[in-house]
Nanobody, 125 residues
Framework: HVQLVESGGGSVQAGGSLTLSCVAS????????MAWFRQAPGKEREGVAG???????NYADSVTGRFTISRDNAKNTLYLEINNLKPEDTAMYYC????????????????????WGQGTQVTVS
């Protein structure tokens, strides 16, 4: 049984920083491609950062330079460091895991991810 549990969200002022965590069970964070998605009210869910088995990373253009995805294999945890937060970053952030084992040039579409967390809310004012 695979479970992804996110934490670390909160309410912050513009320009602040947050680090989101996603603890995995029943799945190794180094096993396949993992990503962070976000969904703002009234908008579609979008991929913002992803990492493959080879530690190659992908970012959405809107977050490049401000978001950093990483993982700690020993803790089986995926992270998303967010700096210089903007009001438009306000959204529910989801951790997602796939069985994709190849190199990815872009964040795969939502349908390619088999497992999802419940989300953690980030609100920027």
């Amino acid at each position: 049984h695979v479970q992804l549990v996110e934490s670390g969200g909160g309410s912050v002022q513009a320009g602040g920083s947050l680090t989101l965590s996603c603890v995995a069970s029943g799945y190794s964070v180094s096993e396949g491609y993992m990503a962070w998605f976000r969904q703002a009210p009234g908008k579609e869910r979008e991929g913002v950062a992803g990492i493959d088995r080879f530690d190659s990373t992908n970012y959405a253009d809107s977050v490049t330079g401000r978001f950093t995805i990483s993982r700690d294999n020993a803790k089986n945890t995926l992270y998303l460091e967010i700096n210089n937060l903007k009001p438009e970053d306000t959204a529910m952030y989801y951790c997602a895991a796939s069985w994709a084992i190849g190199k990815m040039r872009v964040i795969p579409p939502i349908k390619d991810f088999a497992y999802w967390g419940q989300g953690t809310q980030v609100t920027v004012s």
